[in-house]
């Protein structure tokens, strides 16, 4: 009876144990979970993630199979694009426990947030900032849920080498965002061996005018590259195309190359004012790449009834909306695994007592970095593709339009992704295909560049304000075929110019020089003492009949002779006639003479050795003569038809065989080079 008893009050305590527990789990999911979201309200991409967010709010709100009861309450605060009002604005979130913060925009802010964020344990989403030096290292609570500038620049690098341009000018605005940005390109420009010629930074201020940035640019265009990258901030980027317009940069032979910035304002604020198109004609532009998808038109044709179609929407608004349903599918996650939502002080802040600033309300919360790693660990398709995140927390399968602005709106001339590289196909139609980045297979449509023409710009000219080499060119007396100056011009000609010239044309980037003559006119330079002036720095380099010699080679590079015929013997060539009798010219007479008496002598040695034996040699005397001379001749076609019998004929006739062989194949041979080859003659 007591077994009974004790049984059924440990059974009566389990079942309160589990059923305490379940109700634990349950009330661990509160009925609202507050998230804030920080950026610029009033700027290009503020505006729409603005509408965006609270949108994907509601329609997280409005399905109960995410969250199952819980509710989404957004708090959203304005950095005006100061980083100390961000800081500021970050803070406060702390008063309305906030588990979560989609934001900043900035990456000058997201660099300020991302400390507050690593403090307080809170994860923050960022939808826009795109500076690659955002790592996770240095940063573990800082998620990007859009592409980095890393991958951006890597596919400008690719179009910049798929035109064979090797040089570019780079113009960025000098804070966190452009000055970063513009470091990647360099480091993805220098893998395709090209390079970043001249970069100009532009304070991020509004102090900026239009003289200031007027004077950028006639610094640019005395350069030599007329590739150039704009990696600004959208009311900085127009005034620079306008200025380019003014001062005639957006003509022929330019290319001007526009990162996301441009789109963002073209896919949100479409159409623009015609003087504002007409200053961006023929640029090129990047977007973050989105997969058209139903739900993705659905959205877009929702966004247009929503906003009266006075707001476009870009790849950043998709980002923020997509951001809020990555929290909602990580919190639900989140609570599945028990987590809760509580948060505790921060025992190294110092007692807020005689303060004003309360460093005491700053708390942590608990639970931030399960919520993180369900954060990292989604896979979830939204509307600008699949969600998921590598082993470097950047979103997989980064992936950019290329596109071409043309009349009143622009083109899309092909794709890049991190995965085949340049192409015209969609990116999502070569995720199914092994990857391919065989130059073959790197292509795009046919853009319109500025000035309104189709044909590539080389992407060079001539610097106005570059140094000229000076090339040393030896003023010869003698051999004058192979460099001389022009009488009464400063010009030179000859063989050794020619090669000079061609070698410059082939080289895809400009090079100024000028011709110094070296020597008086009279009498060939010393060409040891032109070498001398090339280590001592009075000239850059040296054209003409240089012999490449040892001592020389020890202070200079050479080219690759061009020029080299050793020892030689120059003698007049003996032109030789062909006529009826040219068959006679292989051999001379008395050669001739001895082949036929060596025909005689073994017609007759056979003979001899043959007639008592073989009655082919036998027969009247004017028989046995004649048999004697056609034998002999007939051994010349190999055609003899007199069988020999005895062994020393047979040895005999064998040796000549051989010699008649020999004969043959000297005649064929000394009669072919008559006819083929030109006969040198010589008394010497």
């Known amino acids: 009876m007591d077994a009974i008893r004790f049984i059924s009050c440990l059974f009566l305590f389990c079942l309160l144990f589990s059923t305490s527990g379940y109700s634990r789990n349950v009330s661990s999911r509160p009925a609202v979970v507050n998230i804030g979201a920080i950026f610029t309200f009033e700027s290009t991409i503020g505006r729409v993630a603005k509408i965006a967010i609270q949108e994907a709010v509601k329609d997280v709100n409005a399905n109960p199979s995410i969250l199952h009861g819980t509710k989404l309450k957004i708090y959203m605060r304005n950095t005006n694009c100061s980083g100390f009002l961000g800081l500021a604005e970050a803070l406060k979130f702390t008063e309305n426990d906030v588990i979560a913060i989609i934001g900043p925009q900035s990456s000058v802010v997201a660099h300020i947030i991302s400390h507050v964020a690593n403090e307080l344990q809170v994860p923050l989403l960022s939808f826009a900032a795109t500076d690659p030096t955002l790592s996770s290292l240095q940063f573990p609570f800082f998620v990007r849920t859009t592409q980095s500038d890393l991958y951006q620049m890597a596919a400008i690098s690719e179009v910049v080498d798929h035109y064979g341009w090797k040089q570019v000018t780079a113009i960025f605005i000098d804070n966190d965002y452009g000055r970063n940005g513009v470091s990647a390109l360099g480091d993805r420009l220098a893998e395709r061996r090209c390079r970043i010629s001249y970069k100009v930074g532009i304070p991020p201020n509004s102090g900026v005018n239009r003289s200031d940035i007027m004077d950028i640019l006639v610094k640019v265009a005395l350069m030599e590259s007329r590739v150039v990258i704009v990696h600004v901030d959208p009311g900085i980027g127009f005034e620079i195309f306008s200025v380019a317009n003014h001062l005639e940069m957006m003509g022929n032979g330019w290319v001007w190359i526009a990162t996301d910035w441009l789109l963002s304002v073209l896919d949100s604020a479409s159409p623009l004012p015609s003087d504002t198109m007409d200053s961006i004609q023929g640029v090129l532009a990047f977007r973050q790449h989105t997969p058209d998808s139903d739900r993705k038109r659905a959205f877009s044709s929702r966004w247009h009834k929503l906003t009266g179609g006075s707001l476009g929407l870009h790849s950043y608004g998709l980002c923020a909306y997509d951001s809020v349903w990555l929290i909602a599918h990580a919190v639900d996650a989140f609570f599945n695994q028990g987590g809760i939502i509580s948060f505790s002080n921060d025992s190294r802040l110092p007692s807020g007592e005689g303060s004003s600033l309360h460093l005491e309300a700053l708390s942590i919360f608990d639970d931030g970095e399960l919520l993180l790693n369900n954060i990292l660990q989604s896979d979830l398709v939204g509307l600008t593709g699949r969600i998921k995140f590598g082993l470097d927390r950047s979103l997989i399968l980064p992936a950019y339009d290329v596109v071409n602005v043309i009349g009143t709106g622009f083109r899309r001339i092909g794709y890049w992704s991190n995965y085949s590289g340049l192409s015209i196909m969609p990116p999502e139609t070569l995720y199914t295909k092994p990857p391919n980045r065989s130059s073959a297979n790197q292509k795009l449509y046919s853009a319109i560049w500025p000035g309104d023409t189709l044909i590539t710009p080389r992407g060079w000219a001539f610097a106005n304000n570059g140094k000229q080499l000076r090339i040393g060119v030896p003023i010869r007396v003698s051999f004058r ?30 090079v100024q020089y000028q011709f110094i003559p070296f020597g008086g006119g009279k009498e060939n330079p010393s060409y040891t003492e032109l070498v001398n002036k090339i280590t001592t720095g009075f000239f850059d380099a040296a054209v003409g009949d240089i012999a490449i010699v040892t001592n020389r080679t020890k202070t200079l590079d050479f080219t690759q002779p061009y020029v080299a015929s050793g020892l030689v013997v120059v003698v007049p060539f003996r032109k030789l006639n062909s006529g009826a009798w040219a068959f006679l010219r292989p051999f001379s007479a008395r050669m001739w003479i001895v082949t036929a008496c060596f025909f005689l002598v073994i017609g007759l040695v056979v003979w001899i050795l043959e007639h008592r034996i073989n009655d ?69």
């Open 481 to 510: 075929e192979f460099v001389s100056q022009v009488q009464g011009t400063d010009m030179f000609k000859g063989f050794c110019i020619d090669v000079f010239t061609a070698a410059v044309s082939l080289l895809p980037y400009p």
């Open 616 to 684: 082919d040699f036998r027969g009247p005397p004017k028989r046995q003569v004649i048999t004697i001379l056609w034998f002999s001749l007939s051994t010349l076609f190999f055609a003899h038809r007199e069988n020999t019998m005895s062994s020393l004929a047979r040895f005999v006739l064998l040796i000549w065989l051989f010699v008649v062989l020999i004969i043959n194949s000297s005649y064929t041979a000394s009669l072919t080079s008559i006819f083929t080859v030109q006969q040198l003659s010589s008394p010497y």
